[in-house]
């Protein structure tokens, strides 16, 4: 009967590439440290050598497993892919792997897979929002997890975070909005029960119409689950019920994206006919025609500052900060002035910021 191969170790691999085991140890776990030309031949080592490290030994031994966890509240469309990709990149350079789970916006699931993570071993958890069960927080507390929370930032929240503010970002859009004369507003928006970055940005909008003498009450709303088509729809039924609109406020690029599918359906001029805008600013934004105006929100740089702090929450123990980054407003195609507008004869005499 033949014997089996024994399966080949950290030494094996260290010896093929002429370098020590620490030295294949800090390119499994921290790549970044060690020159391309030795992590060339320690990769190519464990590829010829057909080596798998053990990492319940290595958890064991390291009392961690050098997974993060992330629970996103949906991958159907690309809100979250930039600023996710950059976490998982910066991650690798401190030598973890990223696990994701997606909660569709269901807070008892969304607590389900932390739960989950959590007992798969996960050094950490990466959470969108602030907003859920106090007893999700007390649960990763009891479990001793650091966990920061992103795509959100609120100097009220006790959990440390590297965000932005959602309604101060929307306000910033709505000022310019209501300055180009627009007075009958409507917003598609997600559900803002269970999503506290939809309501904030809903409660922006509300807010500088109370700033500019409007009645926040004239606000007329649809909600609906983030998706093109739920965009369309959203639109269909605005135009229906307030043909008077001039101007349509989303809660983010998809809804607008649909919205803005619905108007040019309709035979619709956009911006001469009606106005709408987005808010993330993803790849979407500018292949529309026209150009989407929307607020661009930095992906990347949440999800790299965001991989460092909790890193370092996990690998050192860092004290827990709060990080907030800066949101732009893209005034591109798609908002202009109403047509009914005086200063719609008068553009190029207007100022406006």
Not at 197 to 202: I, T
């Amino acid at each position: 009967m033949k014997q089996s191969r024994p399966a080949p170790t950290l030494q094996d691999v260290a010896a093929y590439a002429g370098v020590s085991t620490a030295t294949v140890s800090r390119c499994m776990n921290a790549p970044a440290k060690v020159t391309a030309k030795t992590r060339t031949r320690v990769e190519d080592a464990i590829e010829t050598l057909g080596y798998a490290p053990n990492f319940g030994a290595r958890a064991m031994a390291a009392q961690r497993t050098m997974t993060i966890g992330a629970v996103i509240p949906t991958m159907e469309n690309a809100v979250f892919a930039k600023g996710l990709q950059a976490f998982q990149d910066e991650l690798r350079q401190y030598g973890f792997t990223m696990l994701v789970a997606c909660s569709s916006y269901r807070p008892e699931l969304e607590a389900e897979q932390i739960r989950a993570l959590v007992g798969r071993g996960a050094d950490g958890i990466l959470l969108i929002g602030h907003e859920r069960d106090p007893a999700i927080y007390r649960f990763l507390d009891a479990q001793k997890v650091p966990t920061l929370v992103t795509w959100a930032f609120d100097d009220t929240a006790p959990r440390p975070s590297v965000g932005f503010d959602n309604r101060q970002a929307m306000a910033k859009l709505a000022q310019h909005v209501i300055k180009l004369d627009h007075r009958h507003v409507a917003m598609i928006t997600a559900p803002v029960a269970t999503n506290d970055r939809a309501a904030a940005r809903f409660a922006a909008v509300g807010d500088v119409m109370d700033a500019e003498g409007l009645v926040r009450a004239d606000l007329f709303v649809v909600e609906t689950p983030y998706s093109i088509d739920n965009g369309a729809a959203a639109l269909d039924l605005i135009l229906q019920q307030r043909p008077e609109t001039t101007v349509v406020i989303c809660g983010n690029d998809v809804l607008a994206v649909g919205a803005l599918r619905q108007a040019r359906g309709m035979g619709l001029s956009v911006p001469d006919d009606l106005s709408i805008t987005g808010f993330d600013d993803i790849d979407l934004a500018v292949v529309t025609h026209p150009l989407l105006t929307t607020v661009h929100v930095p992906h990347r740089q949440m999800g790299r500052a965001a991989a460092q702090m909790l890193a370092d929450m996990v690998l050192t123990g860092a004290p827990a900060t709060k990080v907030k980054l800066a949101t732009t407003v893209k005034l591109r195609d798609t908002l202009g002035y109403p047509r009914q507008s005086p200063a719609a004869r008068q553009r190029d005499q207007l100022d406006y910021p």
